[in-house]
């Protein structure tokens, strides 16, 4: 049922692993997808607990007990190994016990996210199980996760960590709660809406200066053009994970101060290391992902649950548009949330 339920996940990370055969660096680009294999098995350890849903839970409610006090107190306490400068100097950046600015963003999205969807259920729920130890806790790590947010000036983790908050609190509403077509009712509306606005207002430049960026996303429009004329093969790419290598990240750092390793936007990424074919597979995988969360409340299983996937999928979505996440921390919770596993009464039988 694994492979029935993500048929084209399984083809994507299949197709990952044949582009290593046309990279210039077949067994650097063969160990990345390696790497690759091992966030699907890490996810499929989760899928095939007993309860996987709190498996989960637990395992983000942990890192987050650990990781966001420990951010805390080494900005505060320890700035030599928090406090960072970009290439060309300025202000300092904080990253906590992560590597940049952008990671511990990413750390107090999910973290922040997970945690206030575990909330709200708490909350909802507090009249049967009386749980108000565990509702201090939760509004403890929300502040701790606010203040992080704060200190790191990742403006797409800020963005990103209201979408999934603004859609947690709209979905737990009595009105899409008792009436699952009003979702639907919703959704197609509200992307129509944004469509036109977009057309009619340029709403990526109201977002972007809302955000404290410029109109070109601090000159990356200029940039993602440049990469498209390098761009070596439209159909299949240039290989997993093979684009910045060799002669053209040569060329990129020699031209650009800030030595750029990535496109900064996620669907240019897979474009020019997968090509046509791997853009058209991922974009199969993540809507096939929703059609399972759709197809689950529609039935009302897990409604709690699949809202906080819904959640992640559209973050997904809307954050590679300045960021190229289908790799690394946030591929890997994508995946956490995308794959589809099977109940405990198929698992039993």
Request: hydrophobic fraction near 50%; glycine fraction near 8%; proline fraction near 2%.
């Amino acid at each position: 049922s694994i492979f029935k339920n993500n048929k084209f996940i399984i083809i994507y990370v299949i197709y990952l692993g044949l582009s290593t055969l046309w990279s210039d660096y077949t067994f650097v680009s063969f160990k990345r997808w390696i790497k690759e294999l091992g966030h699907l098995t890490m996810v499929l350890i989760i899928l095939t607990e007993d309860d996987p849903i709190e498996a989960l839970t637990t395992m983000i409610k942990r890192t987050a007990y650990i990781l966001l006090p420990l951010s805390i107190v080494f900005n505060r306490y320890y700035p030599e190994y928090s406090r960072l400068y970009s290439i060309g100097g300025g202000d300092p950046m904080l990253a906590g016990v992560a590597t940049n600015k952008n990671s511990l963003g990413a750390l107090c999205m999910v973290s922040g996210i997970v945690l206030f969807w575990h909330f709200v259920n708490t909350w909802r729920k507090r009249k049967e199980n009386g749980e108000t130890k565990e509702l201090m806790i939760m509004i403890l790590f929300l502040a701790m996760t606010l203040f992080l947010l704060y200190g790191a000036h990742s403006a797409t983790s800020w963005l990103a960590t209201m979408i999934g908050v603004g859609m947690i609190t709209v979905l737990n509403l009595n009105t899409f709660r008792n009436n699952i077509k009003a979702i639907i009712y919703c959704i197609i509306p509200s992307i129509g809406l944004l469509f036109i606005v977009h057309n009619f207002f340029d709403l990526m430049s109201i977002t972007t200066s809302g955000l404290g960026r410029d109109e070109t996303l601090t000159g990356r429009t200029d940039f993602w053009q440049e990469l498209l004329a390098m761009a070596a093969s439209p159909l299949i790419g240039t290989g997993y994970e093979s684009f910045w290598m060799g002669d053209r990240i040569a060329f990129f750092w020699d031209k650009y101060w800030w030595k750029p390793n990535q496109a900064h936007n996620g669907y240019l990424e897979i474009y020019l290391n997968l090509g046509v074919i791997g853009l058209t597979l991922l974009m199969l995988a993540i809507l096939g992902a929703i059609a399972n969360v759709s197809k689950n409340i529609a039935k009302q299983k897990d409604y709690d649950y699949q809202i906080l996937r819904l959640a992640f999928l559209v973050i997904l979505l809307a954050i590679n548009v300045t960021e190229a996440n289908f790799k690394g921390f946030i591929w890997l919770v994508f995946l956490f949330f995308a794959v589809e596993g099977f109940d405990n009464k198929s698992k039993l039988e």
